[in-house]
């Protein structure tokens, strides 16, 4: 009978090294993640391995050296910078007589700590019971059924089994009223379409500045600090990018290497701002040395939630840590700005950012001459609310109105003010 330890924060950390495989985890991320964690490190333990041991992942005589560092530096909880088998976590927890968590565990509880509005408290709790679904224990023998005597005869059921149908049951609900959430934020996307507002949804690795950047365009407040998945909730916010433009911009969660599937599969809604996006801001830390592999694995992740052909902007961040760093602008053969080198920090290339933004957007931009009935008078009332009026004149009645806006946009109010764009328009004009 095994009764699974209490955990602390007095974490011993263990870091294995593998010859043979392609994806190694980082000693100094898999550090910022315990931080993060607000665990205290008392010993970092590394191995070095061609494969991992089936059983307890390091070996029999790691483990013992694990437990010896537990017993020397007084800790309470073992780290794995890597993903363990609920086998190899109940074999080591039964060696070393304490808790014992992989790096997909840790990643769950600082979203634990992180999470604020209910839709987010929701998904994480999914993705804690589905890793925890795999990892019961026997834990509360006192309360099982099983035995004879009288008070002590029940259904049968041991309390582990209870505690898998319990689980189940919770992970169902879970997942309807998170289906709810999504019909929900699927009403509000289509909201802000009808409303003729690109969307540009920010991503990167986390601890890149996105949170900073969309302090400095918005003002929103969004919490800032200087640790892994410092915010999780989605903030949405309107953005003015020059000449009556606005957008709406998405900062969401930050992406990590190895970004647990349980997560990526309860955090669907909350990515579905990605992947309905009009366009991708894909902030970099230009301060970075591994700065190209953390860009590689963004756009794996990207992949992974199906947001892979999304148009980008990349955005080099934090210039001001680099030795003659500049604000500037970079264009692609075609001409067209493909990255923006600035400081959310200090402000330097903000503005370059967003003339690039109104750059990118502007393509799909007409300059038009529209004569609007009196009768239209919602129709000039919207143009004017999204800020496409460059100037109005009366001419016989009637309302002259030079616009700057998207073609499909002029099309979709019209439509929906029961016009038909033909009747309104008056000449084209070059953009």
């Not at 985890?25 to 089936?54: I, K, M, N, Q």
């Not at 408290?121 to 224990?137: G, N, Y």
């Not at 920010?202 to 400095?216: D, P």
Request: aromatic share 4%.
């Amino acid at each position: 009978m095994f009764e699974r330890p209490e955990g602390g924060d007095r974490a011993v950390l263990v870091h294995v090294d593998f010859r043979s495989r392609e994806d190694q985890e980082e000693v100094a991320e898999f550090l910022e993640l315990v931080t993060s964690a607000g665990a205290e490190t008392v010993c970092l333990v590394r191995a070095t391995r061609e494969v991992p041991d089936p059983r307890l992942f390091v070996g029999r005589g790691k483990a013992e050296e694990i437990r010896d560092a537990l017993v020397a530096h007084q800790g309470e909880v073992v780290l794995f910078n890597h993903s363990l088998s609920p086998a190899q976590e109940r074999n080591l927890e039964r060696l070393v007589q304490c808790r014992v968590l992989d790096r997909t565990g840790l990643i769950l509880d600082i979203f634990a700590q992180r999470a604020r509005s209910f839709d987010g408290k929701l998904q994480v709790e999914l993705a804690q019971l589905r890793h925890l679904s795999t990892r019961l224990v026997r834990g509360w023998t006192h309360l099982e059924r099983q035995k004879g005597g009288i008070g002590l005869r029940g259904p049968g059921e041991k309390q582990l089994e209870t505690d898998r149908r319990l689980l189940g049951a919770r992970i169902k609900q879970i997942g309807q009223r998170l289906e709810r959430v999504r019909k929900q934020r699927g009403l509000r996307r289509s909201s802000r379409r009808r409303a003729a507002f690109p969307v540009i949804s920010l991503v990167g690795y986390t601890n890149a500045g996105k949170s900073t950047l969309f302090n400095r365009l918005t003002d929103a407040g969004v919490l800032v600090a200087d640790k892994l998945f410092a915010t999780l909730d989605p903030t949405l916010r309107r953005v003015e990018v020059g000449r009556g433009r606005s957008l709406i911009l998405a900062d969401t969660v930050g992406f990590i290497r190895h970004l647990p599937h349980d997560l990526v599969a309860a955090f669907r809604s909350t990515l579905e701002e990605t992947q309905e996006a009009d366009l991708l801001l894909h902030v970099i830390d230009a301060s970075d040395p591994e700065r190209d592999e953390k860009t590689e694995q963004v756009n794996r992740v990207l992949a992974e939630i199906g947001a892979q052909d999304l148009p980008q902007l990349q955005v080099l961040n934090k210039t001001d840590q680099l030795d003659g760093g500049a604000a500037r602008v970079e264009r692609g053969p075609e001409g067209r700005v493909h990255r923006v080198w600035l400081s959310a920090r200090t402000g330097a290339g903000v503005e370059m950012l967003r003339r690039a933004l109104a750059e990118r957007l502007a393509p799909a931009t007409l300059h038009r001459s529209l004569r609007l009935p009196p009768s239209a008078g919602r129709l000039r009332a919207r143009l004017f609310e999204l800020g496409a009026v460059v100037s109005e004149h009366l001419q016989d009645g009637d309302w002259v109105v030079e616009v700057e806006i998207p073609g499909t946009v002029l099309e979709q109010l019209c439509r929906t003010e029961g016009l038909n764009p033909e009747a309104v328009a008056g000449s084209w004009q070059a953009p």
